[in-house]
């Protein structure tokens, strides 16, 4: 069964870059499906950010597109998430996640707070 | 984009109760559809995808139902660890998600 799990930075200073990494276990990135990031702020709902495909595709939100950038690394077998010029808007926990075999699948996530 | 409207906002039900919750897409997602709880400071756990099919050790209790536009959870006897926040999320085109149910004890 495929596993997810982010890492990165749980503080970042406002007008920075928000980077996350999601390692995925249980599975090959380069296999036929989409890789997705999805935030949460504090007490709200989900919002999904973007996906991208093994092969470099990728589709984003288009209220967040101008900030954001997907990739991925077959050779470490996991997706990265970039997000510039965040503000405090920008403090949430982090997913990411797929849809394998028609089941979605998510990590557990993890908390961004941006403040200086 | 593909909206996602779920009803009622709050549902206020005794425990052993039946709960039912609705999710209705702007336009056709097949079946691509999943239900989420989540409780607070907890990751959304999967109850059902596909519409209908019930994840890894979800309690039978718990069933979904519909197909293109208008899908339906059903929680047929409520226990107290059902009370929580309940979303349903569309994955046939890209991903979103509705607003979320609040189910609360009546």
């Known amino acids: 069964q495929v596993q997810l799990q982010e890492s990165g930075p749980g503080l970042v200073k406002p007008s920075g870059t928000l980077s996350l990494t999601c390692a995925v276990s249980?599975?090959?990135?380069?296999?036929?499906?989409?890789w997705t990031w999805v935030r949460q702020p504090p007490g709200k709902g989900l919002e999904w950010i973007g996906e991208i495909y093994h092969s470099g595709s990728t589709n984003y939100n288009p209220s967040l597109k101008s900030r954001v950038t997907i990739s991925v690394d077959k050779s470490k077998n996991q997706f990265s998430l970039k997000l510039s010029s965040v503000t405090a808007a920008d403090t949430a926990v982090y997913y990411c996640?797929?849809?394998?075999?028609?089941?979605?699948?998510w990590g557990q996530g993890t908390l961004v707070t941006v403040s200086s | 984009e593909i909206v996602m409207t779920q009803s009622p906002a709050t549902l206020s039900v005794s425990p052993g109760e039946r709960a039912t919750l609705s999710c209705r897409a702007s336009?056709?997602?097949?079946?691509?559809l999943a239900w989420y709880q989540q409780k607070p400071g907890q990751a959304p756990r999967l109850l059902i995808y596909g519409a209908s099919t019930r994840a890894t050790g979800i309690p039978a209790r718990f069933s979904g139902s519909g197909s293109g536009t208008e899908f339906t959870l059903t929680i047929s006897s409520l226990q107290s660890e059902d009370f929580a926040v309940y979303y349903c999320?569309?994955?046939?085109?890209?991903?979103?998600f509705g607003q979320g149910t609040k189910v609360e004890i009546k």
């Open positions: 336009q056709s997602v097949s079946s691509d």
């Open positions: 249980g599975g090959s990135i380069s296999s036929s499906n989409w």
């Open positions: 996640a797929s849809r394998i075999a028609a089941r979605p699948y």
């Open positions: 999320q569309q994955y046939h085109n890209w991903w979103t």
